[in-house]
């Protein structure tokens, strides 16, 4: 009898032990057939690693708007320059050095829009803009009258899915910042323009970004009243060598920031826009421009009924809706299967002749698409490889 009990326990454990076999090898076997985590070579612990900078909670902090390029001609590629121009970067943080990152897995997913978490759906997209205002350029990045319109408070969606980012360069003195906008593309990572995370007259790669989510009024060092979801630290940037070698922009002026916490407070999708939906589309922005607000550059502005796209290439898209220093990074979005999604940066005005200023930015591609994902990827977030 006891021996018949020790036969049975060993059949156990052998049944057992091919069971965590099984799951062993079915776990090996499910992992290669997605896209493999990576090591993420932009958040190293180093002397370059992105910091918490203390001046940045200073209560008498000066944030002036990011200085947003202005372009006045086009660069020409050859095929392989725009290959290199797409392939991802980020600073090495034992180094300081930017390094270029390995090219993404080809997409496991086929749909074109891979979401965005809208939380409370059911905000009231807005009234149509004013009749009679002649499309005239008054003053940098706003045709016309003024459209903008505050919007206070900030604490449904899709305001409290659009950050403050406010931002310290190497050469950045004491006691002063920069601020630009950013949209949520998942709780954890931030995509905003390319300048807002790298700025060779600023000595490069941004030291330290402090990301305050429907900021509304003055920032708070402790008071977390205008503050209503608190704040986070970058802790990794990326770019594409056509930004942070060429400067090129509207083709390549976007970026991704990776916070140092995760946020449940919705996010946009990301769409890749055919041409023909650009022709018949509105392009919606909400940011925090630096010229309006009280305090000036910490509240939110939107322009109600959005506007249409002006033109487009095939690495960006124009557009005459009022921006200025401080929009730097707003997310262009519009409506897609019911849900907000990004489908441009705003980053810069363009002037290819005199009359014809335009604003633009980096237009969402499915190489970009893919490489962005790669990136929250390599981050951690299972759903976005």
């Keep these: ?3 018949h009990s020790v036969i049975v326990t060993s059949a156990a454990v052998l049944l057992g032990f091919a069971a965590v076999l099984s799951l062993g090898l079915a776990a090996v076997r499910d992992a290669g057939a997605g896209s493999p985590m990576v090591e993420s070579p932009c958040d190293k612990e180093g002397p370059f690693s992105p910091k918490v900078d203390k001046d940045l909670l200073r209560k008498d902090l000066v944030i002036e708007p990011a200085e947003m390029p202005r372009i ?3 660069r020409s590629r050859t095929p392989e320059q725009e290959r290199e121009a797409e392939r991802g970067v980020c600073q090495d943080g034992q180094t300081g050095k930017t390094i270029t990152l390995p090219d993404p897995p ?3 997913r086929s749909q074109i829009y891979p979401g965005g978490d809208e939380e409370d759906s059911g905000l009231p997209r807005g009234g149509k803009r004013r009749a009679g205002v002649a499309p005239r350029f008054m003053e940098a990045y706003v045709f016309g009258t003024d459209s903008r319109v505050l919007q206070t408070p900030t604490t449904s969606f899709p305001f409290r899915g659009v950050v403050k980012l406010i931002i310290k360069f190497p050469n950045t003195p004491t006691g002063k910042a920069h601020g630009c906008t950013g949209s949520f593309i998942g709780g954890k990572h931030v995509l905003t323009a390319g300048h807002c995370v790298f700025q060779s007259s600023e000595g490069g790669w941004a030291t330290s970004i402090r990301v305050i989510p429907a900021l509304d009024g003055e920032i708070p060092p ?12 970058m802790i ?9 070698n060429d400067a090129d922009a509207p083709d390549y002026d976007y970026a991704v920031v990776t916070l140092s916490k995760t946020f449940n407070l919705g996010s946009f999708g990301l769409l890749i826009p055919s041409d023909s939906l650009l022709d018949n589309t509105k392009a919606c922005i909400i940011g925090y421009p630096g010229e309006l607000g009280n305090p ?8 109600p009924g959005c506007e249409s796209i002006w033109a487009y290439g ?6 005459k809706i009022d921006t200025s220093k401080g929009n730097s990074g707003s997310g262009i979005y519009r409506f897609f299967n019911g849900k907000r999604a990004i489908f441009a940066v705003n980053c810069c005005e363009v002037s290819p002749f005199v009359g014809s200023d335009y604003n633009a930015g980096p237009r ?3 190489t970009r698409h893919d490489l962005i994902r790669s990136w929250q990827c390599e981050d951690g977030v299972q759903s976005a490889c």
């Design 222 to 233: 402790f008071d977390l009243e205008n503050a209503p979801f608190g704040d986070a630290f």
């Design 364 to 366: 969402i591609t499915k």
């Design 72 to 74: 006045s001609e086009k």
């Design 236 to 244: 990794a940037k990326r770019s594409v060598k056509g930004w942070t």
């Design 106 to 108: 080809p997409a496991s």
């Design 296 to 303: 000036k550059g910490r509240q939110q502005f939107f322009t």
């Design 1 to 3: 009898m006891k021996k």
């Design 314 to 319: 095939s690495k960006h898209v124009e557009f």
